[in-house]
């Protein structure tokens, strides 16, 4: 069964499941189980070893298990930001800085784009500082998501960061596959930015909506009931995060905006340090080669370890709590996370199933080699998007992708740097699809989580915003195919067309709501 129609199952059934029932943990092991079944010739009991094997797999990669313990630490540290009064702090400087909604759904997305280095780091920092914020001027938490996720990965793809790296190898292998040898990765993966039509409209569609207001389909519904009834999140959503009701009320002895600053500070400073460090450490002389051989989740545990010390540091300081008082908002914080860690790990187990389901193979099989170049942009933009939205990952599909996809077009078109540049391009914004809306997705999870949404209503209501960019990217890919039209061109006509439908999605849903 594996490589064949069947290996689409198990993710299916994990997706399509966790629209239905709304539990994310019983879709994915579900999901899990279904590949158990179709690999062990559906023999239930062989499928229940398979699926725990799976998962504790999942929980003994050395990755895995770092990214597990830094979300638990993140979740420590953002308790002792919360009772120690640094949170209540933060409300009260933005009371008087932040007074309406856009502003705070703009200072959102700008801090989104500032903070580039790691789509992890991102959605972390930037749902801390603004987490309060939003539920201050009663902004929906599926809204705040929506924003951490839109300006994590897509940011994360276009400057320096940790992705950058792993994308030049990516182009590496693609240039090999290919038989070129005048090109070089930097070079191309510069000129392939244009063609990244996803990730350069989904980023430019968060600005857009954050000022103008104009959001529509189920992302409208969210907003119109945190600003008339007052609720961030819907009667009987389960967050991700839900600091106040697992922590209890703040420490009003000194609340300080330095409370929370400094344990945030402490983050972003050892997560940089480490990436420096653990890349030169590995070898490497330029940047770019330094941040290729970073060990990125070995920095982020710093990170997260440096912001939990500066938290207890400022407890014993200012003499805010004692020992006894440390410790129980240390564990009360790893509460905080469980739930997020446990569909983290059967997320990563799904992936792993699919992996041995062959699904990409599959995929990739109805891909004709001898196909028109008109149509192979958007041939590959689509099928990078099932394979990233069904196993949830980026990085597995370009992997997976590029080198298949420069050697079709340098086939056809003989141009071997036009063939890199633009099959680069359409590969990462079909991958970052995926990465950014399934809901098996890590980075999808995180936004849930440092936003404190529920996380079916975060994929529900962020959908529709992504199906939007990307069909006015395929729509863009098709033209650039027949064409060959320059994308400094298409670019702009991209943008006029999602102001056009943005605008008209949101008359139609507000009539759709009685507004």
């Known amino acids: 069964m594996q490589g064949t129609a069947w290996s689409i199952l198990p993710p299916l059934v994990a997706i399509v499941l966790s629209f239905i029932t709304k539990n994310v943990l ?26 725990l094997d799976k998962i504790i797999g999942s929980m003994a990669d050395e990755w895995n298990a770092k990214l597990l313990l830094f979300n638990l630490l993140m979740g420590a540290g953002i308790a002792f ?6 949170s209540m702090a933060l409300s009260e400087w933005a009371k008087k800085r932040i007074k309406s909604r856009k502003t705070a759904n703009v200072t959102a997305w700008l801090l989104g784009i500032i903070v580039f280095f790691n789509d992890y780091i991102n959605a972390a920092i930037v749902g801390n500082v603004t987490r309060d914020i939003f539920e201050e001027h009663k902004i929906s938490r599926e809204k ?6 839109s300006t994590s990965a897509p940011v994360a793809t276009f400057f320096i960061s940790d992705w950058i790296a792993y994308q030049l190898s990516m182009i590496q292998n693609g240039i090999d596959a290919a038989g070129i040898k005048d090109v070089t990765p930097i070079k191309a993966f510069f000129g392939s930015i244009p063609f990244n039509f996803y990730c350069i409209f989904t980023v430019l569609f968060v600005g857009l909506i954050a000022i103008t207001e104009w959001d529509f389909g189920p992302m409208l519904k969210a907003e119109l009931r945190a600003r008339k009834e007052g609720k961030t999140y819907r ?8 600091v106040d009701f697992e922590l209890g009320e703040p420490i009003t002895k000194k609340p300080m905006i330095l409370t929370f600053v400094l344990p945030i500070v402490a983050l972003i400073g050892v997560t940089l340090w480490g990436f420096y460090y653990t890349g030169a450490k590995a070898g490497g002389t330029t940047l770019i080669e330094k941040l290729g051989n970073a060990d990125a989740a070995t920095a982020l545990l710093w990170g997260a370890f440096a912001m939990v010390i500066t938290g207890m540091l400022i407890a014993a300081g200012f003499r805010l709590m004692n020992v006894s008082e440390m410790m129980k908002t240390f564990l009360d914080g790893l509460k905080l996370m469980l739930l997020a860690c446990a569909i983290l790990v059967l997320a990563w187990s799904i992936g ?3 992996k041995d389901m062959e699904l990409p193979k599959f995929v990739v099989s109805m891909i004709s080699e001898d196909a028109s170049f008109a149509l192979v942009p958007s041939i590959i933009f689509v099928v990078s998007m099932l394979i990233s939205f069904a196993t949830g990952t980026s990085w597995g599909t370009m992997a997976i992708m590029t080198p298949l996809a420069i050697p079709i077009a340098y086939k056809i078109t003989g141009d071997a740097f036009f063939s890199v540049t633009v099959m680069a391009g359409v590969v990462f914004a079909g991958s970052i699809f995926g990465d950014h809306c399934s809901p098996i997705s890590d980075t999808t999870v995180l936004s849930s989580i440092f936003s404190g949404s529920d996380h079916m209503d975060h994929v529900n209501t962020q959908i529709p915003y992504a199906m939007t960019t990307a069909l006015v990217s395929l729509f863009l890919y098709l033209i650039f195919g027949f064409s060959k039209i320059s994308a400094f061109v298409l670019i702009p006509v991209g943008i006029v067309i999602l102001v056009i439908l943005s605008r008209l999605l949101h008359i139609s849903s507000m009539k759709k709501y009685n507004m």
Do not use: E
């Not at 579900?30 to 062989?46: K, V």
């Not at 930001?81 to 640094?86: A, C, M, N, P, V």
């Open 26 to 51: 019983l879709s994915l092991f579900l999901g899990i189980f279904t590949g158990g079944l179709l690999l062990s010739s559906f023999n239930p009991m062989a499928a229940v070893g398979y699926s």
């Open 81 to 86: 930001i919360w009772k120690l009064g640094g």
């Open 144 to 149: 705040l998501s929506y924003i951490l996720d």
């Open 235 to 242: 009667d009987g959503a389960v967050p991700m995060l839900n």
């Open 352 to 354: 792993s199933v699919t």
